[in-house]
């Protein structure tokens, strides 16, 4: 089952450009990874410092591999000091809905 997971992340003022360039690098070496769908990134109409990463996995076993992977975890390394406060995740199942 196809799953999305949602990466909110709240980045300091001044530091967006920087961490776009970031999260671009981000997604390239996600988008090499076994079970890797799709992404998306969202901006907060109100805050674009709040930036949201839609990601969608054919398996949560695929994106658990991607999260524990040290390729991630350097990436995750170089947002981090361009962060407000921790990122936040979460993870759903994509399910289909049936018409009546």
Known sequence: MAIKILIK???KEDSTKQAFA???NFRH???NRPGYISGETWINHYD?????VVSTWQTVEDWIQWEESD?????EANLT??????AQFEIYDVVGMAQD
């Open 22 to 24: 970031l999260l671009r």
């Open 48 to 52: 674009p410092c709040q930036i949201t």
């Open 9 to 11: 992340r709240h980045f």
């Open 29 to 31: 070496d996600a988008m």
């Open 71 to 75: 390729e991630r975890a350097a990436h």
């Open 81 to 86: 000091e361009l962060l407000e406060g921790p």
